[in-house]
């Protein structure tokens, strides 16, 4: 025990950091377990969208969706999405899959969503990234 004690005070900066790491883990694992929406992969959004009434809904800017978004998809910009909650309404037991370019703004947009009433939420991990890194198809609308 006074070895602990000893090699605790001597390392005391890896311990802080080992426990800073231990609660982060343990904050990521419990809001995976506790959030309302699922994370999917860009092939299981292919599966959604080839079984169900799926709708895809992009969360960048305009620019970032003219460069490339998935086929169908409906462009609702993140600090846009609460004005335009009422286009969406109609599909609040139904599919949606909420896309962003690298997964970061997504969340929060399914977030908004599962908080006005959508059961059916799902969040494209990785975004686009993921999308195009999969060689699945992407739209655009560059201006020529």
């Known amino acids: 025990m006074d070895r602990a004690i000893e090699f605790a005070s001597n390392h005391w900066m890896m311990i ?3 426990l800073m790491v231990v609660v982060l883990l343990l904050q990521d694992i419990i809001e995976t377990l506790l959030r309302k929406y699922k994370t999917i992969t860009a092939v299981g959004v292919v599966g959604l969208m080839n079984q169900d009434d799926c709708l895809v ?3 960048r800017e305009p620019d970032e969706y003219a460069n490339g978004h998935i ?3 409906m462009l609702i910009s ?4 609460t004005e335009r909650m ?3 309404e109609a ?3 139904k599919p949606i899959v909420i896309v962003c370019q690298s997964g970061t703004r997504s969340p929060n947009a399914c977030n908004i969503l599962v908080k006005n009433g959508f059961t059916q939420v799902y969040n494209l991990g990785g975004g686009m990234q993921e999308w195009e890194d999969t060689k699945l198809p992407v739209t655009s ?3 020529k």
Do not use: F, I, M, P
């Not at 993140?78 to 999405?81: C, E, Y």
């Open 86 to 88: 009422y286009e969406l």
């Open 91 to 93: 599909r609040k037991a």
């Open 57 to 59: 809904v992009d969360v």
């Open 78 to 81: 993140l600090n846009r999405l």
């Open 16 to 18: 802080s950091a080992t």
């Open 141 to 143: 609308k560059k201006k």
């Open 71 to 73: 086929e169908g998809a």
